[in-house]
């Protein structure tokens, strides 16, 4: 099954379900397509946070001139760089590389703590897709990534959760700026899985209903540029889609 988060004609938020087939958003017997100007949809989940991986494919950390973490890289996006889609994302101007990164998303259903990977997947309420959009610039002169990775629309999210039943584990993740393909990955080529990050996670802070973790991107990242539109798609789930402003 697939949710989705919207503002319906009248401005009330409602949680709806995705129909894939007819592209169709439906709540309380009123039917609407996806990207009809009649709604606005909404990231499908409010988190407190988003728990970000670096380098959690070998090819994206070798694109970068890094070493592959013998542990999964943490970093956190707070909820001020949260996106939705078809919004347009304004970056940080002045800067030399503005970054692309799809990423597929694990949304929690549960608050949780000192989860085993065994068990992991019981706190998943679903996957969606996530730009981590990534200002090169000052991550590259910092060590804790507030400016690079936390900066105001960092993080477009959506446009719908899917189940996991939904998402193979091989399930492809694919990145296009103006219909190009940047970024051709799949799940399967994740160094840490969706469990072991869960755990791993929840060693060290609580997760709540609604939390995000981004797994990591393939390779293949590059600059934006002013009015690019981008489109993050992954298996089983959709696209995602946002454009770019960079302010002179």
Not at 209 to 238: H, M, N, Y
Request: net charge negative.
């Amino acid at each position: 099954m697939h949710h989705v988060r919207f503002r319906d004609p009248a401005g009330a938020v409602r949680e709806g379900t995705y129909d894939p087939e007819t592209e169709a958003v439906a709540f309380a017997g009123e039917t609407y397509a996806l990207d009809d100007d009649a709604i606005d949809v909404l990231a499908p989940t409010e988190p407190s946070k988003i728990v970000c991986i670096g380098r959690n494919y070998a090819d994206h950390a070798a694109e970068l001139g890094n070493e592959v973490p013998d542990r999964p890289l943490l970093f956190l996006k707070p909820p001020n760089t949260l996106a939705s889609h078809g919004d347009t994302v304004t970056v940080p101007a002045g800067k030399e590389r503005i970054d692309w990164e799809a990423e597929l998303a694990v949304v929690i259903g549960e608050q949780c703590k000192n989860v085993d990977a065994a068990d992991a997947m019981d706190v998943v309420a679903g996957f969606t897709c996530m730009n981590d959009v990534s200002n090169r610039d000052d991550q590259n002169e910092e060590q804790n990534w507030v400016r690079g990775k936390a900066f105001d629309g960092a993080a477009p999210l959506g446009p719908v959760m899917a189940t996991p039943d939904e998402v193979p584990a091989d399930a492809s993740v694919e990145l296009r700026v103006n219909g190009e393909t940047k970024q051709d990955g799949h799940r399967g080529q994740l160094i840490f899985d969706v469990p072991t990050l869960i755990e791993e996670i929840t060693t060290y802070l609580t997760l709540e209903a609604g939390d995000v973790i981004a797994t990591g991107t393939p390779e293949g990242v590059g600059a934006l540029a002013d009015g690019d539109t981008v489109e993050v798609d992954i298996e089983g789930i959709g696209t995602l889609e946002h454009t770019v402003r960079i302010p002179e």
